[in-house]
């Protein structure tokens, strides 16, 4: 399944290119999406319904698109006090590192003239959650809390309803987070209700967490009418192993990103090429124990890689020529090569810092940057739930001192009326 391929020759830079070419637009499901998007707009709820029976098999009414407040507090019993004490446990860290994150506004004072900036909250923000393969509730935990430490106090979820209903974990997860309703919504159909509004559903100003292609493709053509946190691809994980590197660990990592869809991508840069082989070896080993085997195996054989390198900074090179969306440094002394990453959405520094600490509990966001995006894009935070305001105020005598300086730009530009809408205020122009 995986073999070491050597840096440079023809065999890992095809690897490596198919692994960057994962992502990329399909004109059949613009379109598709395209008319789904009109329906909602021009259909409102009914095509919300009519989607939902076609593409979920499950048929709705009206008013069982909100879910009703009884069935949280059945979710809440049904789901075992163990995994509650670990979602309340995750979403206490997820809320303590964000709140780090909040941003204060500022003024500045001169005299005759103050300006400053000031901090808001978007009033309403929509959050999708995947059904699919998996529901993660962990998800639903990073995609809200962020928003609710931010300010925002209007928060709908939108997650595909299927004929077992919707997983007790998840209601709960939205519960603890501060989610304001969730909804028995999914596809391009949810997106659009949340960008346009219907009966329903309340329009909303930004609209953020994972989806399937479908899902990724509404947001990417609602977005002007609504902001969106990322366009996200299938995810990944880059390892950097040096001679110290524990195989095991680095195999275990693999396949705990191959098994989230055939499309994951888990590479390994090693600096010893025995590293690399008995990492092959432990992929192999383990692959075979894993539940998930047949999404993991699917996922290796077409994007898993092992490749050895020259030395660290070679895989510094490759590492940020791929920017991955997680990058753990299995080496020696990780704290000193993190000077030298400068893309990838999340670092994990040493060999006990495995990328599912980050996935659930660390406190940072997984939702991160893919397919080489983490050259421009950050993980999804409070900053991403804010947005900020200039404030300009001004005497005759602020005006007067930045007049000369308007009035030239202005009309270097060729716009006079800038110009004398300041010398009107001080008597020095045309009234």
Do not use: W
């Not at 004490?85 to 001169?110: N, T, V, Y």
């Not at 925002?152 to 299927?162: F, H, L, N």
């Amino acid at each position: 399944m995986l073999e070491v391929l050597k840096d440079g020759s023809a065999a890992a830079q095809a690897r490596i290119g198919k692994l960057l070419a994962r992502e990329g637009g399909d004109a059949k499901i613009d379109a598709q999406v395209a008319a789904i998007i009109r329906a909602v707009r021009r259909d409102g709820d009914e095509a919300l319904l009519r989607y939902t029976k076609r593409f979920d098999g499950v048929s709705l009414r009206k008013r069982d698109i909100v879910v009703a407040e009884s069935e949280f507090d059945r979710a809440a019993a049904q789901v075992t006090p163990d995994v509650r004490r670990a979602l309340q446990r995750a979403q206490s860290r997820i809320a303590k590192f964000h709140r780090l994150q909040c941003e204060k506004g500022f003024e500045l004072r001169e005299k005759g003239l103050r300006t400053g900036m000031r901090v808001t909250a978007l009033e309403r923000v929509g959050v999708y959650v995947p059904g699919g393969r998996a529901a993660y509730p962990s998800s639903v935990l990073m995609n809200i809390v962020p928003a609710v430490v931010a300010g925002v106090e209007d928060i709908t979820v939108v997650t595909p309803p299927s004929p077992d209903g919707i997983r007790a974990e998840v209601l709960l997860a939205a519960r603890l987070a501060g989610a304001t309703r969730v909804l028995r919504l999914g596809g391009a159909q949810a997106v659009a209700a949340l960008a346009y509004g219907t009966e329903s559903v309340a329009r909303v100003d930004k609209i953020v967490g994972p989806g399937n292609i479908y899902v990724a493709t509404a947001k990417r053509q609602v977005f002007g009418a609504v902001d969106i946190d990322m366009i996200a691809g299938p995810t990944e994980v880059l390892i950097v192993a040096d001679s110290s590197a524990d195989p095991e660990f680095v195999a275990s990592d693999m396949l705990a990103q191959a098994e989230h869809d055939p499309l994951s991508a888990a590479i390994c840069l090693a600096t010893s090429r025995r590293v690399g082989e008995r990492v092959v070896e432990a992929v192999e080993r383990q692959l075979a124990q894993l539940p998930r085997k047949a999404i993991a195996g699917r996922s290796l054989r077409k994007y898993g890689t092992v490749v050895h390198v020259a030395g660290l900074a070679r895989a510094v090179e490759l590492a940020n020529q791929i920017a991955p969306e997680h990058l753990e440094l299995f080496i020696k002394q990780p704290r000193k090569l993190l000077p030298g990453i400068r893309h990838a959405g999340a670092v994990f520094l040493g060999q006990y810092a495995t990328e599912s600490l980050g996935d659930y509990a660390a406190g940072p966001n997984h939702v991160l940057p893919t397919g080489g995006s983490a050259r421009f894009a950050s993980p999804l935070g409070v900053y991403d739930f804010i947005k900020r305001t200039s404030i300009i105020e001004a005497s005759r005598d602020g005006l007067a001192k930045l007049a000369r300086t308007v009035d030239r730009l202005a009309m270097s530009e060729g716009l006079e009326g800038h110009a004398l809408a300041v010398r009107r205020r001080l008597g020095t122009g045309d009234s």
